[in-house]
């Protein structure tokens, strides 16, 4: 069974830092990244990493964001600087098999006030 647990959202304030976590289990994943949700808006990437390391980032949050990955432990993780009020919403882990079958999180709120 496929499972995708997240962990590291929360309130923080403009300017500061956030660390998520994903560790996933059940198969082996391709692609492993984070999508958000804002209220009103639709699900959008935020960042991506392949297997091999390459990565993918939105340009929104280029140059705040780092997107890595621990194979061995099959666990993504997004380190967030910078953060601005308009990065406030539900983050989504998603993780690719090699059959190209998506599975998500359960989502994990960050909320960014000023």
């Known amino acids: 069974q496929v499972q995708l647990v997240e962990s590291g959202g929360g309130l923080v304030q403009t300017g500061g830092s956030l660390r998520l976590s994903c560790a996933a289990s059940?198969?082996?994943?391709?692609?492993m990244g984070w999508y958000r949700q804002a209220p009103g808006k639709q699900r959008e990437l935020v960042a991506s990493?392949?297997?091999?390391?390459?990565?993918n980032y939105a340009g929104s949050v280029k140059g705040r964001f780092t997107i890595s990955r621990d194979n061995a432990k099959n666990t993504v993780y997004l380190q967030m600087n910078d953060l601005k009020s308009e990065d406030t919403a539900v983050y989504y882990c998603?993780?690719?098999?090699?059959?190209?079958?998506?599975?998500w999180g359960q989502g994990t709120q960050v909320t960014v006030s000023s």
């Open positions: 990493i392949a297997s091999g390391g390459s990565t």
């Open positions: 059940g198969t082996i994943f391709s692609i």
């Open positions: 998603n993780a690719r098999s090699l059959w190209l079958k998506d599975y």
